[in-house]
């Protein structure tokens, strides 16, 4: 059973996360998990400066790292694809 676990997550490593448009936002860097229920709440998303996404959301320029709500993740695939509408420049802290 761990090592399907492993498995999955190894998969998920690196994925691109994507607008339904498909607008780059970044790369997948790891998931925040509610400890309780065991739901996913958040991708950790390394952010790719160069999209313009990602630059109409005015970040800091030290913030590579953001959450995106998992509510916002419409389908995953060999990448994830989100609603751009609920991405916001929450930093990851």
């Not at 005015?58 to 989100?82: E, H, Q």
Request: negative net charge.
């Amino acid at each position: 059973m761990l090592m399907y676990k492993y498995t999955i997550a190894k998969q998920l490593a690196s994925k691109r996360v994507i607008t339904g448009r498909g607008e780059e936002v970044g790369k997948l860097i790891d998931v925040l998990v509610n400890e309780l229920t065991g739901d996913v709440e958040y991708l950790l998303d390394e952010i790719d400066s160069q999209s313009k996404l990602v630059k109409s959301l005015n970040l800091n320029t030290g913030d590579r790292i953001i959450k995106i709500p998992y509510a916002a993740v419409s389908a995953v695939s060999d990448v994830f694809i989100v609603d751009e509408k609920q991405i916001t420049a929450e930093a990851e802290e």
